[in-house]
């Protein structure tokens, strides 16, 4: 079994910072990707970033500038910082990943954590 889980969340005024890791375990042979995902004002989840085996990190636009993902080196572990948090930065944030478990012939999966609030708000 492979698993996500989350950490950080809450509540912070605009302006402010908060940081969310996510934490893959479990029969992992290989993670390939894993970022994070918000929902946000009823929309459907978005992309928020993700990095790759490979080491290469992409951000949504409004991400970009404000949001720093990091990781180790097997992606076992992400976080993502977040600064110069807006009003419109509020929702729901989930780690996702692509694993290869062990034993899966090679075969990846899509994982997802349960996901954690983000509030920002006066």
């Known amino acids: 079994q492979v698993q996500l889980e989350e950490s950080g969340g809450g509540v912070v005024q605009p302006g402010g910072s908060l940081k969310l890791s996510c934490a893959a375990s479990g029969s992992i042979f290989t993670v390939k990707a894993m970022g994070w995902y918000r929902r946000v004002a009823g929309n459907s989840r978005e992309l928020v970033a993700v990095t790759v085996k490979g080491g290469s990190t992409r951000y949504s636009p409004s991400a970009q500038g404000r949001f720093t993902l990091s990781r180790d080196s097997l992606i076992r572990t992400i976080d993502l910082q977040m600064n110069n948090l807006k009003p419109e930065d509020t929702g729901v944030y989930y780690c996702?990943?692509?694993?290869?478990?062990?034993?899966?012939?090679?075969?990846?999966?899509?994982?997802w954590g349960q996901g954690t609030q983000v509030t920002v708000s006066l």
């Open positions: 996702n990943a692509e694993i290869i478990p062990r034993g899966a012939n090679l075969e990846s999966s899509e994982f």
